[in-house]
């Protein structure tokens, strides 16, 4: 199991290098984010493939049928086993049983190295799992920062951070890749926690929304 980042620790820099992030600090309790144990790091990514373009309901039965079909956490040999008619008989359109399938087929066969993640470097991983059909660039950060737990990720491909930031910095418009690692970096190398107290400030505001409603 990976070691939990000293999110404390994170925040006391932040407080002292991100000035503008001390607002959401005050307002939000310490982040409690854990690493996942390493059997849950394929079913995690498989989650990203699957709800692609799916409302979360819909995706989220999906998910509990394969979970019943092939076995609570999900392992690339269950995967393998299977046929592509018996994943589509799930619920799963061709294309995205396609994409398990060669997915938990790369795993099996070394070609994505899931059980060395925890070892890897964030641009190790993100190299393998970019080959990967069905797995973009907005699900390999999710998993980098959710799953593993890595303090210094920019979620570039998020829009909700994106939207965040450019309240947080007062922009015209949603900046753009190279205009956000500009704008954030003084907040490494706690990137990742920056990006949670932006998230934590949309969900407030989404919250207070619902109440003035």
């Known amino acids: 199991m990976l070691k939990t980042p000293d999110w404390a ?19 939000f309790p310490v982040c409690e984010l854990k690493p996942e144990p390493k059997e849950k790091y394929f079913g995690t990514l498989v989650t990203g493939i699957v709800s692609q373009q799916l409302p979360p309901d819909v995706s989220l ?3 509990e049928k394969l979970g019943k079909f092939l076995g609570n956490p999900l392992q690339p040999q269950a995967v393998v086993e299977v046929s592509i008619e018996a994943l589509c008989e799930q619920g799963l359109v061709k294309q995205k049983a396609e994409y398990l399938k060669s997915f938990a087929e790369a795993a099996v066969a070394g ?24 797995l973009g660039q907005w699900t390999i950060e999710m998993f980098l920062l959710l799953a593993l737990c890595r303090t210094d990720v920019v979620p570039s491909a998020d829009f909700i951070f994106k939207k965040e930031l450019k309240e947080l910095k007062g922009l015209d418009d949603i900046p753009k890749r ?3 690692t500009t704008l954030i970096e003084t907040w490494r ?6 990006v949670w107290y932006l998230w934590q400030e949309a969900a407030f505001k989404e919250q207070n929304k619902k109440k003035i409603k």
């Open 9 to 27: 620790a994170g925040a006391k820099y932040l407080r002292e290098h991100a000035p503008e992030l001390i607002p959401l600090i005050d307002r």
């Open 61 to 63: 039965q999906l998910l």
């Open 111 to 134: 070609q994505v190295t899931i059980e060395k993640f925890s070892e890897m470097t964030d641009a190790e991983i993100t190299k393998q799992l970019v080959q990967i059909r069905g």
């Open 178 to 180: 190279g205009q956000i």
């Open 189 to 194: 190398p706690w990137r990742s926690l920056g």
